[in-house]
């Protein structure tokens, strides 16, 4: 994980493993899949930094369901001492759900439910809760931003629900959902288009804006305006937040510039020169 990677590489998940230890890969049926470090591809040495082109794909590594996908990578087991509430991992829902997941023995299984999910919700983000205080972010479909503090969402075993994240409004979903950690400079990117348009084929504007322009809500409300939509937008098709600077590629995995210049928390973007596929931070 500390080595420079490639401009073009947008990584989405990191963690530290030993080479023979395990890895766990929290997927989008709420499931966590341990797998073997070893067993991973290794990324090719460069003159320069490292390059995730070295990589296959992920059903070449682990068995997924149908529409099942890998949403982020978590150590196991998170820590052998249930007591430590840094050890704990927050999932979050389209439906809104939030969730904190105490560390729990895994035994010899090979994959496990982190959350009972209800008809037709899934995991869109995963990750380590590092304190009480880090912050909880959901995006929505229709521009809300709620940030809330870790502590407000009481850790529980693996086999419970979860509680209220965001109140969505009628007709919305929550797009992204992350943890963003005290202390350290962030940023939350934000991506409009049509929902009436063709994936990847849509225009769309972007927006950076300064995670602290962002006030913290209570849990279960539904936070503050993100996005003000342009003519012909309805939707953010693509949002996240985390530590700055943020980087973006298009579909094939080319680097997209993102604008240098912060806008106001319920302004409009600027019109994106290409599609932006992923986003993600410096780690």
Known sequence: GDAPRARHDVIVSTMQARTRGP???VTSLGRVVRVSAVDLPEVPATNGGANAGGGVAVAEVVALESKERVIALVPVPLDQDAADQAATLAVGTRQGVVKRVTAEPSGTKDAWSVIALKPGDEVVGAACVPNESANLVFITSDAQLLRTSASAVRPQGRGAAGMAGIRLNEGADAVFFGVVDTGFEAEVVTVAGSSSALPGADATSVKITAFDEFPSKGRGTAGVRCHRFLKGEDQLVLAWAGSAPARAAGPRGAAVALPEEYGRRD??????????????GPA
Do not use: K, M, R
């Open 23 to 25: 890895v766990g890969l």
């Open 267 to 280: 302004g409009s973007g600027i019109a994106a020169l290409s599609a932006i596929a992923a986003i993600s």
